[in-house]
């Protein structure tokens, strides 16, 4: 694709609709967070660090850096740019939750000749169409809870420092040399096309539209100097590009034989200049792929390449398996002419789809998430997506099976067990807990489902299998209503012995243990949710953000914990449907490769 993370076409085109009046209430878990509210402060100072990236951190000292792809701000962003945002956000809470410093980098890909025709389009000036997008990207992070520690753009100053002083290690080793080329160019891809990846009318064939014949003179970058190096680097470390179907489709990519690339334009104005030649502009890849490492730097830092160890690079990438090919070959040749690490991983996902049909314009079934988060809450969506769509592989979107996934999870699972324990809890024993959590026996059927699972999860966090975790989440909470159901704790509290009753009330307190373990390590896919459970069992803000990974273990309720009032903290979705639905005469088409 033409630009850093812009995955245009398989994901269609957002779509703004003003006059959708199916706007649902926040009361329960679909609201924002008070202002006042502990997170939301320390969201609101992580952003604020958005021209550069502080390690947010639970002190370990051990860093951890994700970044998503620098999106392409020809339009506002869809339901393709916020799946990699919600995945990178997930990974970076968990890593938090690990103790880890994080630093997670996000932000905006700025320059080429597809903005400046867009701007021209819209009547503005390049910049000040850049701001308006990017202004609606950050608007729709927020909605979504995404706790991004640094926001770049690549018409930042000191960026444009960095990569003038990259290009000149590149030049200084003689990687970059000027020569005249010929060929068919794609404005929408910003890239010549060889002649096997056009079809007989020079149609690009993601775009579907004619490439223009151009004849420039640019500077190139030596990738094919690098053949080697970058073919031992995907034999020896076959966990550099994951899964493992992308490795061996980039390791393919390779083999056939690496190719220079220019790394500059002649005919686009709307771009850094380029140190060597002011005539011509630095070319998209080369300058937006270096933005992974200025949004490393903060303020105050001197933007040099010196600076980006000790700041938090190498990191790992979380991009579209449609730009896979510029950061799993060219990024790490010019990385290796800059004499910088390499990323540690490059994460390539899927493709969405709606309803079993590439998305687009002419079928009416475009995804917007600003609508999505706008009538569902963004905890119901970024569950959605992290647990239907498995990480590496295309996934599908149907609003119906949306709601039907998630109220089946989160409001009938998890939040029917917490609010139904919790009125037991009031009313027979006060709302007090009668025993700290830690004395339920190890081999009772809940702690020890409880138990197993932590590490398992933990385990598909780390390989970011969202699914997989998830899946293992609601082991324990579904073994906790199994448990309600086979001990009849309401049975023993109307009828039952002294005795009988003390057994149910540790009945109670081993389901709510349970659900504070599924709070823990459910925070990094639904924040909201999570903190939602944790005062509802009577801990405090300031215990939820305080939060690690070790709060997962069995344990954490005290004898005599006061909880809250109980209230539901997920309502069911239901009402009317805010996305366009399949039309029956396409409901049986055969999914479209986007």
């Known amino acids: 694709m033409a630009a850093l993370g812009c995955h245009k076409a398989p994901f269609g085109f957002l779509l703004r609709n003003p006059h959708i009046s199916h706007q649902r209430s926040f009361s329960l878990l679909r609201l924002r967070l008070p202002k006042s509210a502990p997170a939301c402060q320390r969201f609101q100072l992580r952003c604020q660090h958005s021209n550069g990236a502080p390690a947010s951190s639970n002190g370990s000292g051990e860093t951890y850096t994700v970044t998503t792809p620098l999106y392409y701000v020809n339009a506002g962003p869809h339901m393709g740019s916020a799946y990699p945002t919600i995945a990178a956000d997930a990974a970076a809470r968990f890593q938090r939750l690990q103790g880890k410093e994080v630093r997670f980098v996000t932000g905006t890909d700025e320059h080429g000749e597809k903005i400046a025709e867009a701007a021209k389009a819209r009547g503005m000036q390049p910049q000040e169409h850049c ?49 005249k080329y010929e060929g068919w160019y794609c404005v929408g891809c910003e890239e010549y096309k060889q002649d096997d990846e056009i079809d007989a009318q020079h149609k690009c064939p993601v775009h579907r539209k004619p490439c223009i014949h151009r004849e420039e003179e640019n500077f190139f970058f030596r990738l094919s100097s690098y053949q080697q190096q970058l073919e031992t680097l995907l034999k020896d470390n076959p966990q ?87 950061h799993a070959v060219y990024w790490p040749g010019m990385l290796m002419s800059c004499g910088l690490p390499l990323p540690q991983r490059v994460w390539g996902h899927g493709f969405i789809t709606k309803d079993g049909l590439k998305m687009g314009k002419s079928l009416g079934n475009i995804l917007d998430p600003v609508a999505l988060v706008a009538a569902y809450g963004a905890d119901a969506v970024r569950f959605f997506f992290l647990k239907e769509v498995d990480f ?157 990974w070790a709060d997962a273990q069995w344990g954490g309720l005290r004898k005599g914990q006061q909880t809250a009032s109980p209230k539901p903290v997920f309502a069911r979705l239901e009402g009317d449907y805010v996305t366009a639905q399949p039309d029956a005469a396409l409901a049986g088409t055969a999914v479209v490769k986007a």
């Open 131 to 179: 701001d308006s997008v990017v202004e609606e990207y950050k608007s729709l992070w927020t909605q979504l809870d995404i706790s991004y520690d640094s926001f770049i753009r690549t018409t930042d100053k000191r960026h444009e420092v960095l990569v003038e002083q990259l290009l000149q290690r590149v030049w200084d080793k003689g990687d970059i040399y000027k020569a």
């Open 240 to 326: 550099f590009v994951y899964p493992a179907s992308r490795r061996n489709e980039v390791l393919g990519w390779v083999q056939g034989g690496v190719r220079d690339f220019s790394i500059s334009r002649a005919a686009t104005a709307w771009g850094i200049k380029f140190p060597q030649d002011p005539k011509q502009t630095v070319y998209v890849w080369f300058d937006a792929l270096n933005g992974y490492l200025s949004g490393l730097l903060p303020d105050g830092v001197e933007p040099t390449a010196d600076n980006l160890k000790q700041h938090g690079w190498p990191g790992n990438h979380i991009i579209g398996k449609d730009i896979l090919r510029f």
């Open 392 to 548: 590496g592989q295309d996934g599908d979107f149907s609003e119906k099976r949306f709601r039907d996934i998630v109220n089946a999870a989160l409001a009938n699972d998890i939040g029917n067990l917490l609010n139904r324990t919790l009125n037991l809890l009031k009313k027979n024993c006060g709302s007090v807990m009668p025993a700290d959590s830690s004395q339920v026996p190890d081999n009772s059927p809940v702690r020890h489902t409880a138990q197993q699972q932590v590490e398992l999860v933990a385990a598909q966090y780390e390989q970011l299998s969202f699914g997989k975790a998830i899946d293992a989440i609601q082991k324990v909470s579904a073994r906790g209503n199994l448990f309600l159901q086979e001990r009849e704790p309401w049975a023993a509290f109307k009828k039952g012995s002294p005795e009988e009753k003390e057994q149910a009330s540790f009945v109670l307190l081993e389901v709510l243990e349970a659900a504070r373990v599924v709070a823990v390590m459910l925070t990094p896919v639904a924040p909201a949710l999570a903190r939602l459970v944790y005062l509802q069992l009577g801990f405090s803000d300031q215990g939820f953000e305080t939060l690690t």
